[in-house]
Nanobody, 117 residues
Framework: QVQLVESGGGAVQPGGSLRLSCVAS????????MAWFRQAPGKEREWVAG?????????LDSLEGRFTISRDSTANTFTLYLQMNNLKPEDTAIYYC?????????WGQGTQVTVSS
């Protein structure tokens, strides 16, 4: 099993920045890829950005380069980040961390991001 805990959400004005963190623990050695998803009110959950084990990254095209995914690791934990710049009201959503590993997939509890003036 892999456990995921997100943090870093909050309320910002349009044009502001936030950095989300997702700490993975447990069978982190088995993780093959990690990603950020988001779910806006009344909408389905959508994939935002992902990183595979080798460090290759992919992003939702509509982000236009405003978000950057990165990672850091220790012996027992793996932290995934999402740097979000020039935030827009349409970025308002609950952001979820996802990990795929041998034998399953895990989700974090989500962190709320609200962009409003």
């Amino acid at each position: 099993q892999v456990q995921l805990v997100e943090s870093g959400g909050g309320a910002v004005q349009p044009g502001g920045s936030l950095r989300l963190s997702c700490v993975a623990s447990g069978r982190v050695f088995a993780i093959t890829s990690m990603a950020w998803f988001r779910q806006a009110p009344g909408k389905e959950r959508e994939w935002v950005a992902g990183m595979d084990r080798g460090g290759s990254t992919n992003y939702l095209d509509s982000l236009e380069g405003r978000f950057t995914i990165s990672r850091d690791s220790t012996a027992n934990t793996f932290t995934l980040y999402l740097q979000m710049n020039n935030l827009k009201p349409e970025d308002t959503a609950i952001y979820y961390c996802n990990a795929r590993y041998a034998g399953g997939t895990s989700w974090g509890q989500g962190t709320q991001v609200t962009v409003s003036s």
